[in-house]
């Protein structure tokens, strides 16, 4: 990890560069060295330097703090350290006016400089996270940053915008991983409510009881633990959106709740008597069939005609393949960035195996094969071999959704389809099924399958 | 190439460099091969800080190495210092051949504190295990108990374990394996 924190000492004397450099080393990090400010001002044009020790007594040519403002007009996020022979009010005033981080008089404590060293990479990597985690959620706020060119898509978009200063649910389906966040987050982010707190709820997460205290909070006392009174997500969610994501997995006691407060925006905390009043949008998320989840008698029928006030399908990845060179490009940008490698783009062949490929994970599984490619690849290039792993599922849907058949229907499917893809042949059906060929047989018979 | 040569820089102990043999024999896999005294170059003397620059002396040690020597390890009573740093316990040419420890502030004479044998051996030996530790390419180690934790005062020397920790322990063996195959 130091390594990726280099390190450059400038002085004149060949003696303190050295020690010095040969100290920091033992410590793991990279350092180079410069006797003078215009060597390491060619330096700190080819290496980008977390920190920079330059002395400022340095005869003849440019002074530690001509370096020092050179250094930093070059890289402006580099830390100087100044560094002198004499203890002067002045000159450290005037150092750290110009720009140093810190000043030091030579020589000092092991204990004061180590811990001066692991406090400004501590900042530095505090301020990089920082930066990367402030791209990522301005990156999921904005409209312009969903990626598509797709014609159905688009007319999603510009769906979420018309409706985005309304109250009115929206209920979004879509399989795992085609961005169902990312388009509620543009519902809420684009509209009146943008200044409002998003609260995000993953239903499937959490247990029936742990999922009401979390939406509608509770009062002291009401069970176990519960030593004070709490907010639930509703309450957080107060002047906002609160995202229901993964709705279909809710209790039918909660569905009832739900509907409650779907309906006269009130509801009553856990163990509470006082009703509470909100002013939430509601924004659910399912990769269920809920119309057929309602049809089995598994989700009610008068919430899911509330939640479904304005309906958004997802396309998965596969109905969108020309998505998939803009998305791949974007995201070789972004990951490289982020994890800090050089890597500018995906070759020709690479990109028609992305192109191809099923992706039962959608987008989401996109950016992981990219991230996981750009890691292990050597050069600047994401080529074939990069996603030699990538495994096209062979003669067989990836997203294979299991039918709410009795067990036997299954089964007889099953032996049908392999029958039919081995064209009658038993002997080969029943290896590909994983049975001996008089199992087959039996099973045959007992479905009354003819062949 | 293979002997682990200790070198005295200026006069140390004879039991000094046997606890150093010892030490040096149970972690490395290299005959110990004790060389005569050097004297300690004047170069290397700082008048003003009343100390010896480190750097000086490894450049001696490395200038006179004998040619079948792996790794030099020299040893003084001096006290050692870089421009930069007021003081060393020891240091090293990180994986190179060239590394030196001073003794002079492990003794508990140097606090005001009456002598103690048996600290000052464990402290020598770790100090000695941390610097021939750098040489085979180990940086500082975030155990505390690991020899190869960063000491920047004797307090931090005595919290540490005359050993290696487990992964750097399994650095060094691997390391060997690699030098044995060149």
Not at chain 1, 331 to 349: C, P
Request: glycine fraction near 6%; hydrophobic fraction near 40%.
């Amino acid at each position: 990890m130091k390594k990726n924190w280099p390190i450059l000492v400038v002085d004149d004397e060949d003696v303190m560069c050295e020690s010095m450099a040969a100290w920091l080393r033992e410590d793991g990090y990279r350092v180079d060295t410069a006797p003078d400010g215009r060597k390491a001002v060619e330096l700190a044009r080819s290496a980008d330097y977390a920190i920079c020790f330059v002395d400022l007594k340095m005869p003849g040519g440019m002074d530690g703090i001509e370096t020092m403002m050179e250094i930093h007009r070059i890289r402006p996020d580099a830390s100087i350290i100044i560094i002198t022979a004499y203890a002067t009010v002045d000159t450290a005033i005037q150092a750290m006016k110009e720009g140093a981080q810190e000043y030091i008089v030579k020589p000092c404590n092991p204990q004061e400089i180590s811990m001066l060293v692991s406090r400004i990479l501590k900042l530095k990597k505090l301020l990089s996270e920082n930066a990367i985690l402030r791209k990522k959620l301005t990156r999921q706020y904005r409209h312009h940053d969903v990626i598509t060119k797709n014609p159905r898509m688009e007319e999603i978009l510009s769906l979420t915008q018309e409706i985005s200063s309304l109250r009115s649910t929206v209920l979004i389906r879509g399989e795992s991983g085609t961005g169902k966040e990312l388009i509620a987050r543009a519902v809420h982010f684009s509209g009146a409510r943008a200044e409002k707190p998003f609260i995000t709820v993953s239903c499937a997460a959490l247990t029936e009881t742990l999922l009401e205290s979390e939406l509608f909070g509770y009062e002291k006392g009401s069970f176990t633990g519960a030593v004070g009174q709490a907010k639930g997500k509703f309450e957080l969610a107060d002047g906002g959106t609160i995202f229901l994501d993964e709705i279909g997995d809710i209790s039918p006691k909660l569905q009832a709740d739900l509907l409650r407060v779907l309906q006269e925006r009130r509801f009553y905390r856990v163990g509470g008597t006082q009703e509470v009043e909100v002013d939430v949008r509601i924004i659910a998320a399912t990769n269920k069939n809920l119309a057929e989840e309602v049809q089995q008698g598994r989700f009610r029928e008068d919430l899911y005609y509330r939640l479904n006030v304005i309906e958004i399908r997802l396309p998965s990845l596969r109905e969108r393949r020309e998505d998939v060179p803009l998305l791949a490009e974007h995201f070789v940008q972004r990951i490289s960035s982020e994890l800090g490698k050089d890597v500018s783009g995906i070759s020709a062949d690479a990109l028609k195996l992305l192109i191809d490929y099923d992706w039962p994970g959608n987008v989401r599984e996109l950016e992981n094969v990219i991230e996981r490619a750009i890691v292990t690849c050597h050069n600047g290039t994401l080529d074939q071999q990069d996603f030699s792993w990538l495994q096209q599922p062979s003669g067989q849907s990836p997203s294979w959704e299991v039918p709410d058949v009795p067990l036997g229907e299954l089964e007889r499917r099953a032996i049908v389809a392999a029958l039919e893809r081995k064209h009658g042949n038993v002997k080969e059906a029943s290896t590909a099924l994983g049975i001996d060929r008089s199992t087959l047989y039996d099973k045959l018979k007992r479905y009354e399958i003819s062949h | 190439m293979n002997e682990l040569c200790l070198v005295p820089v200026g006069s140390v102990s004879r039991q000094a460099l046997d606890w150093i043999e010892n030490a040096a024999a149970e972690w490395f896999p290299f005959p110990v091969q004790r060389l005569p005294a050097l004297d300690i170059p004047e170069t290397a003397f700082d008048p003003k800080r009343k100390q010896y620059q480190s750097i000086e002396i490894m450049k001696m040690l490395a200038q006179t190495a004998p040619p079948h020597s792996r790794r030099i390890l020299g040893v003084t009573e001096v006290d050692l210092a870089i421009p930069m740093l007021s003081f060393l316990f020891g240091q090293a040419q990180f994986d190179g051949p060239v590394a030196i420890v001073s003794l002079c502030r492990l003794h508990q004479e140097f606090y005001g504190l009456p002598a103690q044998e048996s600290l000052l051996r464990e402290r020598t030996v770790k100090e000695v295990l941390h610097e021939l530790g750098h040489t085979f390419g180990l940086v500082h180690c975030s155990d505390p108990a690991c020899a190869m934790s960063l000491a920047t005062h004797i307090g931090l020397v005595d919290s540490k374990a005359e050993r290696f920790c487990e992964r750097c322990g399994l650095h060094l063996v691997q390391r060997f394996s690699r030098e044995e195959e060149v």
